[in-house]
């Protein structure tokens, strides 16, 4: 399996705050990768520094074998990463369709100019994202009425319509219910097994359904990497922010410092 992000002496300080701190690591094409960690670890940073929202201070990102680190955000989203954030953004004046469409608008030939018929035949396509994550039945409603785990899945739908190949998620399970957690990870398992996804995320037993790979930070430095069940028996996780449970995939919430946004 080829690398299809890689990020070698990443380093992103805020003044005398250092996020970030000489972090190397990959991401394969078509994984699901999890990155977890205490809150304050560095993971938001990470997102932002990989989707072009902060440049690092110092350190490389590679994107398919190609180096970004100077790309601005609108470039790498052409490129074809995508992501979301903690809070969905949506026009909640507008419908769920004209939501989609409008977020594929810059990803098409005619992105400079307004075309009353490539908008149409945008709205049209829209269902097929909707379809995926499962809310194709909301399209005509006003995206401001719907509910959060709704906003959610219209997020999710937006950044699918820019037919990326990486797909970066903030934590995407924050928020919502035991249904609406169900109805995320068939909307994220339904997604093209050619799609990288990188999850940001506390809730535990969540990313142990989803994730193939977990990766831990810790004061914005590399502390494990492995499978679910590998990162669940990792001697030093567990003494960074797991205590002395012992199941943290049973736990009703073992990773519950990591639910607060992070600052850095």
């Avoid at 300080?13 to 394969?28: Q, R």
């Avoid at 909640?92 to 810059?106: C, I, K, M, Q, T």
């Amino acid at each position: 399996m080829t690398d299809m992000i890689e990020v070698s002496g990443l380093t992103k300080a805020f003044g005398p705050t250092v996020a970030v701190a000489d972090l190397d690591l990959t991401f394969a094409a078509g994984a699901r990768h999890a990155v977890i960690g205490p809150n304050g670890a560095g993971k938001t940073t990470l997102l932002h520094l990989i989707s072009g929202e902060l440049r690092p201070t110092s350190g490389r990102i590679r994107y398919d074998g190609r180096d970004i680190t100077r790309g601005g955000r609108a470039k790498r989203s052409r490129l074809g990463i995508a992501r979301t954030f903690q809070q969905p953004t949506v026009w909640g004046s507008l419908s769920v369709s004209d939501n989609v469409a409008l977020a594929a608008w810059p990803h098409t030939a005619a992105r400079g100019a307004w075309r009353r018929g490539r908008y149409r035949a945008l709205a049209e396509d829209s269902g097929r994202h909707l379809e995926t994550v499962g809310i194709a039945a909301l399209a005509g409603r006003p995206a401001g009425a719907l509910s959060h785990g709704e906003r959610r899945m219209l997020d999710i739908a937006m950044a699918l319509a820019a037919d990326p190949r990486v797909l970066l998620l903030d934590e995407p399970a924050a928020g919502l219910t035991e249904h609406g957690v169900e109805r995320l990870l068939t909307a994220l398992r339904a997604l093209p097994p050619e799609v990288t996804v990188v999850v940001v995320e506390h809730d535990f037993a969540f990313v142990s359904e989803l994730a193939d790979t977990v990766t831990v930070l810790h004061d914005g430095r590399l502390l494990a990497t492995g499978t679910p069940a590998q990162i669940t028996a990792d001697a030093a996780v567990r003494t960074a922010y797991l205590g002395d449970l012992r199941d943290a995939r049973d736990a009703a919430d073992p990773l519950d410092p990591l639910a607060a946004e992070e600052t850095a």
